[in-house]
Nanobody
């Protein structure tokens, strides 16, 4: 059974920062790529950032320069550092185990809410 558990979401003021973490169960090999997605109310789920097993990274244009994805293979954990947050970043954020370079999703986490509001 594959498990992905996100943490680190919450309420933050515009311009603030949050760091999301996603721990995966031990039976997911570190060779798998990882991705962060988000879904705002009434909108489709979209890719935010992705990182391959070799460290190749992709970002959505809307978060370039503000968000940073990273991974710790020893801990089977992927992170999303979010800086200079904007109200339009408000969404449920999901981590995923994905295939590279297609970015198709094999497994989803349960999601964590990020709300950017004053």
């Amino acid at each position: 059974q594959v498990q992905l558990v996100e943490s680190g979401g919450g309420l933050v003021q515009p311009g603030g920062s949050l760091r999301l973490s996603c721990a995966t169960s031990r039976n997911i090999f570190s060779i798998n790529a990882r991705g962060w997605y988000r879904q705002a109310p009434g909108k489709q789920r979209e890719l935010v950032a992705a990182i391959s097993s070799g460290g190749i990274i992709r970002y959505a244009d809307s978060v370039k320069g503000r968000f940073t994805i990273s991974r710790d293979n020893d801990k089977n954990t992927v992170y999303l550092q979010m800086n200079s947050l904007k109200p339009e970043d408000t969404a449920v954020y999901y981590c995923a185990v994905i295939r590279w370079p297609s970015l198709s999703v094999d497994y989803w986490g349960q999601g964590t809410q990020v709300t950017v509001s004053s």
